[in-house]
């Protein structure tokens, strides 16, 4: 009986532990944003969304590093959808089990784990200088596009591999064709995991500095871009310029520009799962 | 267009794209040698290994670099895999249904915060924070950046390692069950250990992702480029690979030997993440759905 109710102690205490370490891992994060939101929410107003900068970025709105992220990620968007999409499908749907198949699934990998910073220099070396785009929009985008390429590409596999075998065997056994039924089936039936995982990509690409670094950022500029191979301000590098580089700045910016860009991320994920719960609902398979 | 060309066409288009996850990771690569390995050239070996980091008189020794980059990273990790890890288990075997449905989406919503917001908080609340409590010189310190680098790392080791235990058939909970274990043991000794191929593979990505982060880091550990001695050095300013990166890349010369020597460093994050993600891959961990938890 003893030793019963020493085990019955131990698990009270593991399971405390357990609940305890949750509690310390996700507080701190509930408690950011809702300071973040709060002293954020006051320093947003209408002119502060929709004005420029002045005052060596004091005072004035964030309009421009706004419309810039929104620049950045729809312009990637542009590339990394069909591209991501497309490997997608063919690794769900087309690969045969080969040694390219496998190299692709470790080559998808090894991208996702590359830091950002690296891609901020390969996008340098390679859209800036060597296509000679300059830092632009241009450059920025599709250096954002290929590092969320991994998302979009297994969101993508996985949301068609989840449609049932028997969907595509039917679809096959009416005379279809393998471009029909995925066309027609697997797509159709896949698109809210697929959308899901664009939108997560789209996420991340916006938050993201280190890519934009050297690729599209710039401090501050009196024009809005007129090309996509203009650069641009944009909301994260606007967050770090204005909360380490100029001395004076008021919090009310920082604490408004973090607001805005968390706003923008929450937004994003809010949608996400939306869009993931209600195919779930709607599924009938 | 007839339909059978049709068919031929498509399955070629997807299969080039597939392929170019291959050549970008080639043509990355390929960027980064070209423009990194002439600092071999320009640099003599032994500066390269040498303990000062001092771009202004031509001196580029990368050792402090990468000592500030392992000591954090190893902070971060202490930090982030025992809270991760018992948050997984939390999540997967202990909470009640409810509460795991708003812990799942909660996590991923810590995944996908900006690094530079929460580096951001880092200059403004943690650091000045920890300056008072601790009474430090300053609060820009290699600690500061290891808290950070935990909690931006704590999302995904929770969400793969969550993906792990899910993944232990329902058999070998209810076998441990039913011969008299109670839930503690189960979890303990039975659902763990199957699990632990995955639990792994969630601390090397945690730990590639703590090893790679660059903008929190930058802005809060104070970024002196000096040697960490000790763990009293854990409480003074460091400087890491990445933020060394990212702090001077906007400021050299294109094709100068300080331009070459940012993109060596380059080469080495990318040797050295490609490593640790090639390690937590090749962990037992066959279940697919994985995949997408990994990359997200």
Do not use: C
């Not at chain 1, 190299?103 to 060597?130: C, T």
Request: proline share 6%; no cysteine.
């Amino acid at each position: 009986m003893n030793a019963r109710r020493q085990r019955q102690w131990t698990q009270r205490a593991g399971f405390g532990l357990l609940t305890l370490a949750t509690i310390v891992t996700t507080l701190p994060i509930l408690l950011i944003v809702l300071l973040i939101l709060q002293r954020g929410l006051a320093a947003i107003t209408p002119e502060f969304l929709l004005a420029f900068p002045s005052d060596g970025l004091r005072a004035g709105g964030i309009f421009p590093a706004i419309l810039g992220t929104v620049l950045l990620t729809f312009t990637m968007t542009l590339v990394v959808a069909p591209l991501g999409i497309a490997a997608g499908i063919y690794l769900a749907h087309y690969a045969p089990d080969n040694r390219l198949t496998r190299s692709i699934r470790i080559a998808i990998l090894n991208l996702a784990g590359i830091p950002s910073v690296v891609y901020g220099l390969f996008g340098l070396a390679f859209f800036v200088i060597f296509f000679r785009m300059g830092t632009s929009i241009l450059a920025g985008a599709l250096t954002l596009a290929i590092m969320t390429l991994p998302v979009v590409i297994t969101t993508t596999e996985e949301a068609v591999r989840s449609v049932p075998n028997s969907f595509h065997v039917v679809s096959v056994s009416l005379g279809g064709t393998d471009w029909q039924s995925v066309r027609r089936i697997l797509l159709p039936q896949g698109l809210p995991g697929i959308l899901t995982g664009v939108i997560l990509g789209v996420e991340r690409a916006a938050g993201e500095t280190a890519p934009i670094l050297f690729t599209a950022a710039a401090v501050y500029l009196p024009h809005l871009p007129t090309s996509p191979l203009d650069p641009t301000m944009a909301l994260p590098y606007h967050l770090y310029v204005v909360s380490t580089q100029i001395p004076g700045m008021p919090a009310g910016v920082q604490y408004g520009t973090a607001a805005v860009l968390l706003i923008l991320v929450l937004l994003m994920n809010i949608i996400a799962t939306v869009i993931r719960s209600r195919a779930r609902a709607r599924r009938r398979w | 267009m007839t339909s059978a060309l049709r068919e031929r066409l498509v399955a070629v288009a997807v299969r080039v794209a597939g392929i170019s996850a291959i050549a970008l990771l080639l043509v990355i690569f390929f960027f980064l040698i070209q423009q990194g390995l002439p600092a071999l050239a320009e640099v003599p070996l032994p500066d390269l290994i040498g303990s000062r980091w001092y771009p202004i008189e031509g001196t580029f020794g990368l050792v402090p670099l990468v000592l500030g980059s392992l000591l954090v990273t190893l902070a971060a990790t202490l930090i982030a895999v025992p809270l991760g890890v018992a948050t997984a288990v939390f999540i997967a075997e202990v909470a009640p249904r409810s509460v795991r449905e708003v812990l799942k989406p909660f996590i991923e919503v810590m995944a996908g915060l900006p690094s530079v917001m929460l580096g951001f908080l880092g200059i403004a609340i943690l650091a000045p924070e920890l300056y008072h409590r601790l009474r430090l010189t300053t609060g820009l310190t290699a600690f500061t950046g290891a808290l950070l680098l935990g909690w931006i790392a704590i999302p995904t080791i929770v969400s793969v390692a969550e993906d792990a235990l899910d993944a232990v058939p329902r058999g070998y909970r209810d076998g441990a069950l039913a011969l008299g274990a109670n839930r503690w043991q189960t979890i303990w000794r039975v659902t763990l250990p199957a699990a632990r191929g995955g639990v792994l593979t969630a601390v090397m990505l945690g730990i590639g992702r703590a090893f790679g982060e660059t903008m929190a880091v930058m802005m809060v550990t104070g970024n002196a480029a000096v040697i960490p001695r000790g763990w009293g050095a854990l409480f003074q300013p460091v400087r890491t690979m990445t933020a060394t990166i990212a702090a001077e890349m906007g400021e050299v010369a294109g094709g100068s030997t300080h331009y070459h020597v940012l993109f060596l460093i380059g080469i080495l994050l990318f040797l050295i993440s490609l490593a640790v993600n090639l390690v937590g891959a090749s962990v037992v961990f066959r279940a697919r759905t994985r995949a997408e938890r990994i990359l997200s």
